[in-house]
């Protein structure tokens, strides 16, 4: 790739200087990067919100891509940075689940620890770990050094309980990992997750606050508005939606909240 490619996740928000700051150690490191913004605006510390925005921005860059996530509520000496090297891209954040999703959505290849100090900033933040570790990986990954120099492979590493759905005879239960701006709830259950459901069927939702029957749609506008749907949305994930309305502030829905999808 003639100018490599870096792509930034924060729940930074753009007030303060700190997605600057990511971006300059980024491009010290490699003065021939173009670096993308996918969003410094995930929620606080909410660590699904980030690994799903990532997961469904991801498949759509270039292969050779380096994606870099801070969404850090652990940061700290007990805390891992590390990188995923997948079939089509790396991964570099923190070990806290972040990048799983979107990683397990490619072929993972190897997994290392970030421990190399001389791949660091000379002085590394307690608190700041984004720009002293991550960004600085991320410039020396575009410059072509391979994963393999950044530290110890390892095999096990956080895979948070949101990175999969569990299913059994006529049921799926997942959780809620994002509510986008028009309210649809959308759930870590994956198409594959979903077997023989078919387009058309009626199916029931228990959610927090009771159950809710509806069926399973291609489109939005399948249903009369105000009524409820279910769908697989344009990332591959399974939604709760209300045609023309907010799902999430009918059903009193936020994310992390429990799914169970019920289909007869």
Avoid at 77 to 93: H, L, M, N, S, W
Avoid at 221 to 242: D, N, Q
Wanted: glycine share 10%.
């Amino acid at each position: 790739m003639d100018h490599p490619l870096i792509t930034l996740t924060t729940d930074f928000g753009l007030k303060d200087p700190y997605v600057a700051e990511m971006k300059a150690v980024i491009l010290r490191t490699c003065p021939d990067a173009t670096v993308v913004d996918v969003s410094h605006e995930v929620d606080k510390f909410n660590v699904r919100m980030g690994a799903f925005i990532l997961a469904a921005a991801a498949p759509y860059f270039p292969v050779g891509t380096v994606h870099v996530a801070v969404v850090d509520p652990g940061v700290g000496p007990e805390r891992r940075g590390i990188c995923i090297e997948t079939d089509r891209a790396c991964y570099v954040g923190p070990d806290n689940g972040l990048l799983v999703l979107a990683a397990q959505a490619q072929r993972i290849k190897q997994v290392r620890e970030i421990t190399n100090k001389t791949l660091m900033m000379p002085e590394v933040s307690s608190t700041f770990h984004g720009r002293d570790i991550f960004a600085s990986a991320a410039g020396h990954l575009a410059n072509g050094l391979p994963p393999s120099s950044f530290g110890p492979e390892i095999v096990k590493f956080v895979v948070p309980k949101f990175a999969g759905a569990v299913s059994w005879k006529g049921a799926i239960a997942g959780e809620v990992i994002h509510v986008d701006d028009f309210g649809n709830i959308i759930t870590n259950i994956r198409e594959g997750d979903l077997g023989s459901i078919g387009v058309g069927r009626s199916v029931k939702a228990r959610l927090k606050k009771g159950e809710v029957k509806m069926r399973f749609c291609k489109a939005y506008g399948e249903v009369e508005a105000g009524k409820p749907l279910t769908l697989i949305g344009s990332h591959g994930f399974l939604e709760i939606s209300i045609n023309q309305g907010n799902a999430s502030r009918v059903f009193k829905i936020k994310n992390g909240d429990a799914v169970t999808i019920y289909y007869y």
